[in-house]
């Protein structure tokens, strides 16, 4: 099994940052991507940034430039630095992680149990 764990969220005023680390255990043979989304109350949950194994890197439109996503492979460990936030980053950040657990199989995806992140004045 792999388990997720992440950590970092919390409150903030607009403009402020926020890093967000996510740590994968368990049986790992390879990480293939990781990734973060969110939620927000009333809202879809949306893919906000991922990385591969490769350091290949996406962005949602909104986060660009602001968000930076980083993965530490050796400690299976994957971090988002959110600067000058705004309001509406508040949500429930999930990690989420393509891991698979032998040689002989490929992928799943694996989720955490979130954190949440406020940004107000």
């Known amino acids: 099994q792999v388990r997720l764990v992440e950590s970092g969220g919390g409150s903030v005023q607009p403009g402020g940052s926020l890093r967000l680390s996510c740590a994968a255990s368990g049986t790992i043979f390879k990480i293939y991507n990781m990734g973060w989304s969110r939620q927000a109350p009333g809202n879809q949950r949306e893919l906000v940034a991922s990385?591969?194994?490769?350091?290949?890197?996406n962005y949602e439109d909104s986060v660009k430039g602001r968000f930076t996503i980083s993965i530490d492979n050796a400690k299976n460990t994957m971090h988002l630095q959110m600067n000058n936030l705004k309001p509406e980053d508040t949500a429930i950040y999930y990690c989420?992680?393509?891991?698979?657990?032998?040689?002989?199989?490929?992928?799943?995806?694996?989720w955490g149990q979130g954190t949440q992140v406020a940004v107000s004045s």
């Open positions: 990385i591969d194994s490769g350091g290949n890197t």
């Open positions: 989420n992680a393509g891991v698979a657990t032998t040689s002989s199989y490929g992928p799943m995806i694996y």
